[in-house]
């Protein structure tokens, strides 16, 4: 009777590891390097839409890391092309395409954007949307960004070193901080809400748009590299600009 027991014991214990080894089969297939293509992941139903249509290549309703590794992700024209007459609020579920080195989201519909986890970044178009928060954290190698035509009132760009174009014209931003992009060569704030500007550690700047703001004085002596500025670049505002106006 002991020795059955000892059996029976023993054959549960295989029966167990034997469940716990294809459980672990399982999560190594369906795990870490898949994302579902679901409503938690992908939230905005045409961008999961777009995802399923463009981007799951085999059609088995999730993402293989293969799947995810892309450099560009054009998703304004898929949209254009797919999904017309609709728009896209959230493009969440970004953030598992960390391959990516350039993005395309503009005239959408987007109200936020976080490209915190897309690292890789060197351009990103989001421009044309109703966007209120724009959230980058850290992104080294971004270099060109434009997100004209949004709701905009605040924007943190202390991460992004390497940023030499920025367009953020027609928004409702009240103050921005430059001090951390130098390497910024082309700068357009037009028809924003901003009451000072400063370009002093912008020295390779070389062309400036920042009229219909609310700038009463504006230092360019730093911006020897500037070669266009004019009235018109920096008008529609009381302004004295203390450097020369050429052009």
């Not at 960390?98 to 986890?117: F, Q």
């Not at 921005?176 to 924003?192: E, H, K, V």
């Amino acid at each position: 009777m002991y020795k059955l027991k000892i059996k029976k014991y023993i054959a549960s214990i295989l029966a167990l590891v034997t469940v716990v080894a294809c459980l672990s089969v399982g999560v190594a297939a369906f795990g870490d390097d898949t994302v579902a293509i679901n409503e938690a992941n992908f939230p905005d139903p045409v961008f999961r839409a777009i995802v399923s249509e463009k981007y799951d290549k085999n059609s088995d309703g999730v993402l293989q890391l293969s799947e995810r590794e892309v450099s560009s992700l054009t998703v304004s024209a898929f949209h254009d092309s797919l999904y017309p007459n609709t728009t896209i609020e959230s493009i969440k579920g970004i953030e598992y395409f960390t391959s990516a080195t350039s993005l395309y989201a503009a005239d959408i519909g987007l109200k936020e954007l976080d490209l915190s986890k897309n690292t890789k970044l060197v351009l990103v178009r989001c421009g044309g949307n109703p966007i209120e928060t724009l959230t980058l954290g850290s992104l080294p190698s971004l270099v060109d960004l434009n997100c004209r035509g949004g709701l905009l009132t605040t924007i943190n760009l202390s991460s992004c070193p390497k940023l030499k174009k920025l367009n953020l014209d027609t928004n409702k931003l009240t103050s921005i901080n430059l001090s951390s992009n130098t390497a910024l060569t082309t700068l357009s704030l037009y028809q924003n809400e901003l009451t000072s500007l400063d370009l002093s550690a912008n020295t390779s700047l070389r062309s400036l748009s920042c009229s219909n703001n609310h700038i009463p004085e504006l230092d360019l002596s730093a911006n020897t590299s500037l070669s266009g500025v004019t009235e018109q670049d920096i008008g529609n505002q009381w302004i004295n600009a203390s450097a020369y106006l050429s052009g």
